[in-house]
């Protein structure tokens, strides 16, 4: 028996150990899971059950050239192992600890908020990276909610704002998990104890050069992290603390902090944004000037037809600030610049 397991891992390749704990607990019957995948495409699923110590094995071909990753499920929770080359398996058991879970728990909170803000002609980009640690010792499975007569758990909701368009979802969001409630994302994720990071891209509509940015969460919020590709963005509204420019996409930019101190939301003003003038800001002043230069024509040749009686004004107004200066009403300086203001209005009377 022992000689056939033996000749059977040598011709296999290699055996995969697995350990399953519940609170340095072995869990015994625990269904365990391996799934090798290879470009994309699934093509190995096998399940073993653990033992009463917690253990179970997965025998694999090394020269399968297909990445692996182990699963199990506790009380309707995934719990993945860190993924592994099957030409290169682990050589010490895979440990995966399983939780108790709740609905909710005042051990959770976002321990960080990461801004990247960005700009182009029109919007506002930004970069988002929502860091949520779980303080506790059970996995948190959210509180059971009502949309639209359909019942759903809410582990996290996110508060986008107003304006936001060209959303992208990234780091922690499943199609199965995620729903919208207005302008809010919904997540039922579950948060294991430690750190689950959830990742999102979005534009907001800008003003000429400002922007303001409001943002709501369920959970707290200890520390807000800000960067930008601009040394010309300037904040307000919030008590940043400048912190060293850090190198992003190929150049050193600017990064800022603030403490929230568990506040849920917050308001934002940016300000020296790049000017943005809109086409449909500039069309109206280009159809003023080509209306203006086809009119010139005409106002010319109707004006000194039209306008006698202004002519004939004006030169009696020139005859009149001569009298003024003859006696001491204005000085020289005075006529000159009256006298000059008249003569300009003076001259479309006289062209040819």
């Known amino acids: 028996m022992i000689l056939s397991s033996l000749l059977l891992s040598f011709l296999i390749g290699a055996n995969v150990q697995v350990e399953i704990e519940l609170n340095n607990t072995p869990v015994a019957k625990q269904k365990v899971e391996l799934f090798g995948f290879r470009e ?9 059950n653990t033992d009463s110590a917690g253990h179970t094995q997965f025998a694999i071909d090394t020269k399968s050239d297909m990445n692996m990753v182990i ?17 290169y398996p682990p050589t010490k058991p895979i440990e995966i600890k399983v939780y108790k879970t709740v609905k909710s728990d005042e051990h959770i909170g976002i321990k960080d908020l990461r801004l990247f803000l960005s700009t182009d002609k029109e919007d506002l980009k930004i970069d988002e990276e929502i860091l949520v640690e779980n303080r506790s010792q059970f996995t948190v499975k959210g509180v059971e909610t009502e949309q639209g007569g359909n019942i759903g758990s809410e582990v996290l909701r996110i508060g986008l704002p107003s304006g936001t368009h060209d959303l992208k979802f990234g780091q922690g969001f499943e199609e199965k998990e ?110 003023f000037f080509i209306l203006l230069l086809l009119m010139l024509p005409l106002l010319k040749k109707a004006s000194p037809e ?29 006529f000159q610049a009256r006298r000059l203001k008249i003569l300009e209005r003076l001259i479309p009377f006289y062209e040819t």
């Open 306 to 334: 039209l306008s006698e009686e202004n002519k004939k004004a004006l030169l009696k107004k020139i005859v009149l600030i001569k009298r003024m200066r003859e006696k001491s009403l204005i000085d020289e300086s005075e």
């Open 71 to 87: 699963r199990s499920i506790y009380e309707g929770v995934q719990y993945f192992s860190q993924p592994f080359s099957a030409a």
């Open 40 to 48: 994309g495409d699934q093509l190995l699923n096998k399940e073993q």
């Open 178 to 287: 995620t729903r919208f409630d207005g302008n809010d994302i919904v997540t039922s994720h579950p948060l294991i104890p430690g750190f689950t990071r959830f990742s999102i891209q979005y534009s907001v509509e800008r003003s000429a050069m400002s922007a303001e940015l409001s943002r709501k969460f369920s959970l707290p919020i200890k520390q807000l992290s800000l960067a930008t590709d601009s040394h010309e963005m300037k904040l307000s509204g919030l008590p940043f603390i400048r912190g060293a420019d850090k190198f992003f996409a190929g150049k050193m930019d600017p990064t800022y902090t603030v403490d929230l101190h568990g506040e849920r939301e917050f308001k934002l003003s940016i300000h020296g944004l790049p000017l943005k003038i809109r086409s449909s800001q500039i069309l109206p002043f280009i159809l």
